[in-house]
């Protein structure tokens, strides 16, 4: 009997698009020693990278961009900035809605961090509706390390062929397709129904 695959959804830009200009201006506003942008600084430190692994919870993370840039308003404040970067991909939301009433399990797989994910929740419907999840900040690593991918593989149950793989990111498709996994980089939501549709899926 051919077994059924799962599908794997990453988060960002995939079924939910972000903009940090809804936050940067907020957060400058607030702090004394702004930086030129906001994106830019946190691309240029660590501190997201290390927030995003788990090696800085939700409170260490805000402390050390306080010292860094000096932000004035307490976490609650900062958090409420922070997260609310999100908006929906209705194309893929669909999508996966009707992948969900075909019987595929689907589970998400993503880079992130807490506040994004408490932010998603309880902002979006639709992510309530998957067998699973896998997050950077949980599993201590983060896509395309080994590791994250393992842990996704042992959630599942899943291996090689069984599991196809949805990402905007090329270097985290590659890491899914060395390990077997059908993995389909996303650009449109009609680009990858029509891979899903090549692989017999829909």
């Given amino acids: 009997m051919k077994k059924s695959p799962v599908i794997i959804f990453d988060l960002g830009k995939v079924l939910v698009d972000f903009d940090w200009s809804r936050a940067t201006g907020k957060i400058m506003a607030r702090c004394q020693r702004p930086p030129d942008n906001f994106d830019t600084f946190l691309g240029a430190s660590s501190l997201l990278w290390q927030y995003e692994c788990g090696q800085l919870t939700r409170r260490q993370f805000y402390d050390a961009v306080c010292a860094a840039i000096g932000f004035a308003g307490d976490l609650t404040e900062f958090s409420s900035y922070f997260a609310d970067i999100f908006t929906a991909m209705p194309g893929t939301i669909a999508l996966h809605a009707e992948l969900r009433q075909r019987g595929f399990k689907t589970f998400i797989f993503s880079n ?72 389909i980089l996303h650009e449109t939501p009609e680009q990858t129904r029509q891979a899903l549709a090549a692989a017999g899926i829909i």
Wanted: aromatic content about 14%; glycine content about 8%.
């Fill in 112 to 183: 992130t961090n807490d506040l994004a994910i408490e932010h998603v929740r309880h902002n979006f419907p639709f992510f309530a509706n998957f067998d699973g999840y896998i997050f950077s900040f949980e599993v201590g690593a983060m896509k395309p390390q080994p590791k994250i991918y393992e842990a996704l593989e042992t959630l599942t149950g899943k291996r090689g062929a069984e599991l196809i793989y949805i990402d905007d990111r090329p270097e985290n498709i590659e890491a899914g397709a060395a390990r077997g996994w059908q993995a």
